[in-house]
């Protein structure tokens, strides 16, 4: 059974930086193109950016040059760093691999941006 587990979200002045990490149990993050999803509120979750198993990584242009996705397969583990945080960047974010069908979600990570 796959598990993924988000951590590291919380309250961020604009400009501000976070870490978000995800475990994952019941599967190797290496072997899937695996993704960060954001869902604010009254919007559609979008994939924000995606590491492939090669560690090839693209991300969406709103985040461009200020999120970085990566992963620590010794821990099993994908991580989103962002910087210059903004309050456009204020939503619940997910892990999961890239392409349907994904995984059932996990409980998220709320990041919201605020002075």
């Known amino acids: 059974q796959v598990q993924l587990v988000e951590s590291g979200g919380g309250l961020v002045q604009p400009g501000g930086s976070l870490r978000l990490s995800c475990a994952a149990s019941g599967i190797i993050v290496n072997t899937y193109s695996m993704a960060w999803y954001r869902q604010a509120p009254g919007k559609q979750r979008e994939l924000v950016a995606r590491?492939?198993?090669?560690?090839?990584?693209n991300s969406i242009e709103s985040v461009k040059g200020r999120f970085t996705i990566s992963r620590d397969n010794a821990k099993n583990t994908v991580y989103l760093q962002m910087n210059s945080l903004k309050p456009e960047d204020t939503a619940v974010y997910y892990c999961n691999k890239q392409w349907e069908p994904v995984w059932s979600w996990g409980q998220g990570a709320q990041v919201t941006v605020s002075s």
């Open positions: 590491i492939t198993p090669g560690g090839v990584t």
